[in-house]
């Protein structure tokens, strides 16, 4: 198989394909460099150096100076008018104006904040587990997976319940785009149905933010909008940014690892009777196996600012790499015999969260309680629940995305 990164096609292959060409990629002795095609309106070209060794997204991730986050870390890169209509989410930037900005949202995962999440959480994921077993045995993406983390997030944020449903609708239009699409007129309109739901997304928050900063609530939009000890607050552009960073980058990914997580115990009945034997023992360390085998996000872009000498490869300032989280978590330097699922495993050094560097997911823990307590409801209320046949994928370079995963308990 010839193995192209940048063709999308290749990203329409069977996972375990594509995890056998990145092994092949990780066997080499440097980086391989893949061409990109210029798309008009979509994306500018160029190419990126592909990191698929741990060793080399760690240190790319870990080295936040020299492998810049500026201007933007999805791939291909989308065209100059993305970030104008959407403002800057901190994601694609860089300290100083990186760290102020996380330094504000911080306070809505700060541990105090999320232990006053986690009533809420379990009383969510029993109503989910309520309405599924009233449905009967379905698809578990829909009627499950998908539920709760948009709940959590329009919690933490105040979204009042009549502005729910066209959150839900929004971020369904959204997502349903993938970057990856057969043809470009449908790709254009793919791409304008994507931006005008989240800038409807963002509107939303705006609204609210305003609302807040009149008469401020003790909810987080409140604490975001009002100054902080240090006189720092976010704009209403910024608030709107927040949003749907959150949106994006914590829906799905959580939906996504709970989806391949039901999978992956269904595939795997010993250990599913290792974590079921002892539940609190076990579900951190899989939890993190999850994040690890399944990768939810499988690539992060990053900028070179300078020259640099990466294991042998000599970079030069403006050169694109791409971090293959997906790849570097099955590398068996690292994760012996990695694309076994075992819950027992240290799988702590995972990138599945990014690498050790400034821009680590900050949704980490709010992600490891979610899941922890969608399992745990599962796993007491419906002791036969498991996936049945093999997940519909959404064809994406960037998210491990169900579509539809069905099940039965
Ligand atoms: C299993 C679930 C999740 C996975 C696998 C995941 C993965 C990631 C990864 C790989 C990054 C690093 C981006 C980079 O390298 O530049 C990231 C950043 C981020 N994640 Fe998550 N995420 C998850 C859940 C969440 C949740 C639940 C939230 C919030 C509700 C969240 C919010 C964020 C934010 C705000 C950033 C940007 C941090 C920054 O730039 O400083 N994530 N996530």
């Known amino acids: 198989m010839e193995i192209d990164l940048a063709d999308l096609g290749f990203w329409r292959r069977p996972l375990k394909e594509r995890y056998e060409a990145f092994a092949r990629l990780r066997d080499l002795d440097l980086p391989v460099f893949f061409e990109e095609k210029r798309v008009p309106l979509l994306r500018s070209g160029g190419g990126f150096y592909a990191l698929v060794r741990h060793a080399d997204v760690v240190e790319a991730g870990r080295n936040a100076r020299v492998f810049s986050s500026e201007p933007g870390v999805t791939s291909p890169e989308p065209p100059g008018w993305v970030k104008r209509v959407f403002g800057e989410s901190m994601v694609n930037m860089d300290d100083p104006r990186h760290a102020r900005l996380r330094r504000i949202v911080s306070r809505a995962f700060s541990p105090k904040m ?18 599924a077993v009233a449905a009967g045995p379905g698809d578990f993406v829909a009627q499950i997976a998908s539920r709760l983390p948009i709940h959590v997030i329009c919690d933490m944020m105040g979204v009042p319940d009549e502005m729910r449903a066209r959150v839900h609708e929004q971020v369904d239009v959204s997502t349903a785009y993938s970057g990856v699409r057969p043809s470009l007129p449908r790709s254009v309109g793919m791409a304008v149905q994507n931006t005008v739901a989240l800038l409807a997304l963002q509107r939303l928050v705006i609204k609210l933010g305003r609302d807040r900063a009149r008469t401020p609530r003790g909810d987080l939009v409140s604490a975001l909008v009002t100054a902080n000890v240090d006189g720092e607050r976010l704009t209403d552009r910024e608030l709107g940014s927040f949003f749907t960073l959150l949106l994006v980058a914590g829906n799905e990914t959580a939906r996504n690892t709970m989806a391949h997580g039901l999978k992956l115990l269904t595939d795997n009945p010993g250990q599913r009777r290792l974590l079921t ?30 020259d640099y000498d990466l294991r042998g490869l000599r970079l030069k300032a403006g050169d694109k790499v791409v971090l293959f989280y997906g790849s570097a978590n099955r590398d068996d330097s690292v994760f012996p015999d990695a694309d076994r699922f075992d819950i027992t495993r240290d799988a702590k050094p995972h990138v599945g969260f990014g690498g050790p560097g400034p821009h680590f997911c900050l949704g980490a823990n709010l992600a490891r309680q979610e899941i922890r307590a969608m ?5 007491t209320r419906l002791p036969e629940i498991r996936s049945v046949g093999e997940p519909e994928l959404l064809v994406s370079n960037f998210d491990n995305s169900v579509r539809r995963q069905a099940y039965t308990f």
Request: glycine share 6%; hydrophobic share 45%; proline share 2%.
């Open 375 to 379: 399992f745990r409801e599962l796993l």
């Open 114 to 131: 999320l232990s006053t999440l986690q009533g809420d959480i379990n009383a969510a994921c029993a109503r989910i587990v309520d309405d």
């Open 277 to 306: 034997d002892d539940f609190d023992a076990r579900i951190g360390g899989a939890i993190e196996e999850m994040v690890r085998h399944v990768s939810p996000i499988m690539q992060f872009r990053r900028t070179v600012t300078e």
